[in-house]
């Protein structure tokens, strides 16, 4: 049900902003909309979901009104910071976020447009399970204002996808794509790699049946065995192998090798885009350390500098808002350092890079040690700015580590 929430200092019941707290009216808004329901738990997943039998006092037919109680709060907490503004992207993650009826998503999204309006050309995207996915749930969706569907793919392998305790007929990954497609939606599908038992050869052939669907955009991330997890129990017993490092190096260049001659390039590490205008706003915000509010149990929000995260199970974040109070659990405000460190560990990551001169003392003379490792872009770095090779985005940790000294 999701790993605990981190600590901090208490959120105030009224969810106001520190009076101290300087807001860039310029700055880029994310709105991120967390549906926290899923029909079967996978066994490697570590988020803040819950199936039918766990909710315990809360109603998904309920949700979608209990959420739109905290835009509102949400939007006269930011009205009184002088930080409302128009979002320029809406995420609705999971869970599952299809799970819910299409209405009832488009009248989380009307409460969006109502409290802070929406940039023209905003992306709005949505999760999908393929399972959930009809022609008429996506022309639902898109007449709703949705521009974009990532679709849970996984692995085009069965025995993958046993291993993942994932159920979905991988048939149906294509009527999804197919039906997103019809109703003019933006396509991206996901991948994950390194599950136990996965081959190569497995791997490959997942990877060109997504390419064969010719997506807008594909994310590829490595296999996490997180703790508390039914994979890390697995794992620990016995019953199931550890992912292997090398297997997994392996794994993400032959991505990197098929996807960038199918014409995807990478902007991050895990993830490809059919050019720049495909590439996932949403989460390009969240890498460049921009503004955004995070709505439903368990989620987190980020507004210049400030960060904070909501009760966890879906029965407590209703009951706060429906006392008229701030489902918000508790809050941080990183001093400079840290907000430092994580710039490099966040902007390192995509295309763009960071500057050589925002690093300071010994991580900026490790630049050139990078690039004769080559770890860096060698033409990048005489223009000022450090990229990762493809060696380097599999040796990113260690990355981080050299240019943080």
């Known amino acids: 049900m999701g790993a605990a929430l981190p600590l901090g200092d208490p959120a105030p019941d009224d969810g106001l902003l520190p009076a101290d707290l300087r807001i860039d009216p310029s700055?880029?808004?994310g709105v991120y909309l967390h549906v926290p329901f899923c029909r079967v738990r996978c066994g490697y997943c570590d988020f803040n979901t819950y199936t039918a039998s766990e909710l315990r006092g809360a109603r998904q037919d309920q949700y979608a009104d209990t959420l739109l109680r905290e835009i509102d709060l949400s939007a006269g907490v930011l009205a009184a910071a002088g930080g409302l503004r128009p979002a320029s992207t809406v995420f609705f993650g999971g869970g599952t976020p299809t799970l819910l009826p299409p209405g009832d998503l488009a009248r989380m999204l009307d409460g969006v447009r109502r409290a802070?309006?929406?940039l023209d050309g905003a992306e709005i995207t949505v999760e999908a399970n393929p399972?959930?996915?009809?022609?008429r749930v996506a022309d639902e969706l898109a007449a709703a204002g949705i521009t974009r569907m990532s679709v849970g793919m996984q692995s085009t392998q069965a025995h993958v996808l046993a291993a993942l305790d994932r159920t979905h007929d991988p048939d149906n990954v294509r009527t999804a794509v197919a039906a997103a497609r019809a109703a003019g939606l933006d396509v991206s599908v996901d991948l994950i790699y390194g599950t136990p038992g996965e081959s190569l050869a497995d791997w490959r052939a997942s990877l060109?049946?997504?390419?064969?669907l010719e997506p807008d955009h594909l994310s590829a991330?490595?296999?996490i065995v997180e703790d508390g997890t039914k994979l890390a129990r697995q794992i620990r017993r016995g019953e199931l192998a550890e992912?292997?490092?090398d297997l997994e190096a392996d794994m993400y260049e032959l991505a990197d090798d098929l996807l960038s001659a199918a014409g995807l390039e990478w902007y991050e590490v895990s993830n490809w885009a059919r050019g720049p205008k495909h590439r996932s706003r949403h989460n390009l915000a969240y890498w460049r350390g921009a503004d955004w509010w995070g709505y439903g149990p368990g989620a987190h929000s980020h507004v210049a500098g400030l960060r904070w995260w909501n009760v966890r199970h879906p029965a407590a974040y209703a009951a706060r808002l429906?006392?008229?109070s701030s489902p918000a659990a508790g809050r941080e405000r990183p001093d400079d350092e840290a907000r430092r460190l994580e710039s490099v560990l966040l902007g390192s990551?995509?295309?763009e890079g960071i500057a050589v001169a925002d690093l300071l003392g010994e991580g900026r003379q490790a630049v050139a040690g990078l690039v004769a490792d080559g770890l860096v872009e060698g033409r990048d770095a005489v223009r000022g700015r450090v990229v990762l090779t493809r060696r380097g985005r599999l040796l990113a940790d260690a990355v981080v580590r050299a240019l943080t000294r």
């Open 27 to 29: 700055a880029d808004f």
């Open 116 to 118: 802070f309006g929406l």
């Open 131 to 135: 399972d959930t996915v009809t022609p």
């Open 208 to 212: 060109e049946e997504a390419i064969a």
């Open 221 to 223: 991330y490595a296999l």
């Open 243 to 245: 992912p292997d490092d």
């Open 322 to 324: 429906g006392a008229g």
């Open 349 to 351: 990551r995509i295309r």
